[in-house]
């Protein structure tokens, strides 16, 4: 990780929620029942169910992400997970012009993987993508990983990760040139009724009865 993408990352992890905002599942960090050194058949097909669910989420928001919020350009992505075992990022560039689309399909399914890391209970996650518009603008936008999905950051928010020290809090220069945007929703795919594009399967929540309202 380069020392700049750490610097974005450890900003974006000090940002606030906004507490009007329903936390859901993503507010409730919770332990999972202990179990037992011998690990059965069950529970390895359990945990590559719910692996498998939270990758096909990740990969749904992605595509969402993809096709209905970047526009034409090209954008450098850089995808971070925080979780119990370490920090995990990925990055990659595409550019969309129309309907081509230049793309490393290797790369989207690492920072897929980064984005399902982050959906993880235990952990955090964020993606943050600079664009170089056909216009020759640039600005970022940046969404944390919540709920299962992608949610928009505030002009505010992705700001202060590029202009405040992490380490001491003191103010940075904005770089010239460079525009911090709100971003936009990601939709979910479920929203335009369209079955082809949902979710395979939804992450399990396993988290205990009385925890789940």
């Known amino acids: 990780m380069?020392?700049?993408e750490d610097h974005v990352r450890q900003g974006l992890e000090g940002q606030h929620d906004d507490p009007s905002e329903d936390l859901g599942m993503d507010a409730m960090r919770w332990t999972p029942a202990p179990v037992s050194e011998a690990v059965t058949d069950e529970a390895m097909h359990i945990a590559a169910n719910t692996a498998q669910a939270l990758l096909d989420r990740a990969t749904d928001a992605y595509l969402s992400l993809l096709n209905a919020v970047l526009g034409d350009g090209t954008h450098h992505m850089v995808a971070n997970a925080s979780t119990p075992h370490g920090e995990v990022t990925e990055?990659?560039?595409l550019t969309v012009m129309g309907d081509a689309l230049i793309i490393n399909e290797a790369?989207?399914?690492r920072v897929?993987?980064?984005i399902?890391?982050?959906?993880?209970g235990c952990?955090?996650?964020a993606l943050v993508v600079r664009t170089f518009a056909p216009d020759g603008s640039?600005?970022?936008r940046g969404w944390k990983v919540r709920n299962f999905w992608l949610r928009a950051l505030t002009a505010d928010d992705i700001r202060e990760a590029y202009t405040v020290d992490t380490e001491t809090g003191a103010p940075l220069a904005p770089e010239p040139g460079v525009e911090y945007r709100r971003a936009e929703r990601v939709p979910r795919p479920e929203a335009d009724g369209s079955s082809a594009s949902t979710s395979r399967t939804a992450p399990t929540?396993?988290?205990p009865p009385n925890r789940r309202n």
């Open 2 to 4: 380069s020392e700049y």
């Open 91 to 93: 990055d990659q560039e």
């Open 107 to 109: 790369a989207s399914m």
């Open 112 to 114: 897929c993987a980064v």
């Open 116 to 120: 399902a890391a982050g959906m993880v």
């Open 123 to 125: 952990a955090t996650g």
């Open 138 to 140: 640039e600005f970022v």
């Open 205 to 207: 929540d396993n988290r």
